[in-house]
């Protein structure tokens, strides 16, 4: 099983550029996620979804947008970037169950923006 | 207000002992408590789940207790080695809009 699926690996962007992180899963899971992480600081939650068609808000949700028109795909869109979304960013997915479920993350995507 | 919290971000020891984690929580009675690992520039992974009605629930060299008089779980690594070196999560919430702190860094010296 490939389980969630994290594109690109790096990226470089240029301040005012825009970029849409991708994120898939084949788990069937209705549980979605974004995370980002700066260096030493733990997980902040961007956005995230519980099913096709339903997203909210997290801690940090400023500066990105996300859709689910799938059950499989969360991309995390950045539309102006700014130095300050330089971060080390997660995809997560999980199986509804209030809390008995665990979470599957994504390798990561290292965004830079200079 | 509602909170999960481990109580330290550090936590250094020496190989071969055991490595005690605390999550603590309150104004909140959790169904179940969740633990991970997270190695640097890597996503976490699950290690283990416990229910409050289980007292303690094992998986190879780690342990996991939950007491609902202290609301509290502990985490512990027995046979501690420089591999388990990592930080390890206790989510603040592991439904719906599922939120981590920063974990307590683990670091198991040769």
């Known amino acids: 099983n490939a389980g969630v699926t994290q594109t690109p690996k790096f990226r470089i962007l240029k301040i005012g550029q825009s970029m849409t992180l991708q994120c898939t899963q084949d788990m069937n899971h209705n549980y979605m996620y974004w995370y980002r992480q700066d260096p030493g600081m733990g997980l902040k939650l961007i956005y995230y979804s519980v099913g096709a068609g339903i997203t909210d808000k997290g801690e940090v949700p400023n500066g990105y947008n996300v859709s689910r028109s799938t059950t499989e795909d969360f991309p995390l869109r950045l539309e102006l970037a700014a130095p300050s979304q330089t971060s080390v960013y997660f995809c997560?997915?999980?199986?509804?169950?209030?809390?008995?479920?665990?979470?599957?993350f994504g390798q990561g995507t290292r965004l830079t923006v200079v | 207000s509602q909170k999960i919290e481990q109580n330290s971000e550090a936590l250094n020891i020496q190989e071969g002992k055991t490595a005690t984690l605390t999550c603590n929580y309150t104004n909140y009675s959790p169904a179940y408590l969740q633990w991970y690992r997270q190695d640097p520039g890597r996503g976490p992974v699950f290690l283990l789940l416990?229910?409050?009605?289980?007292k303690e629930k094992r998986k190879e060299r780690l342990k996991v207790t939950f007491d609902t008089t202290l609301k509290q779980s502990l985490f512990h690594i027995t046979a501690s080695q420089p591999a388990d070196s990592a930080t390890y999560l206790c989510?603040?919430?592991?439904?719906?809009?599922?939120?981590f702190g920063a974990g307590t860094r683990l670091t198991v010296k040769p």
């Open positions: 989510p603040q919430k592991p439904i719906n809009d599922m939120r």
């Open positions: 416990i229910r409050e009605n289980e």
């Open positions: 997560a997915s999980k199986a509804p169950g209030q809390g008995v479920t665990e979470a599957f």
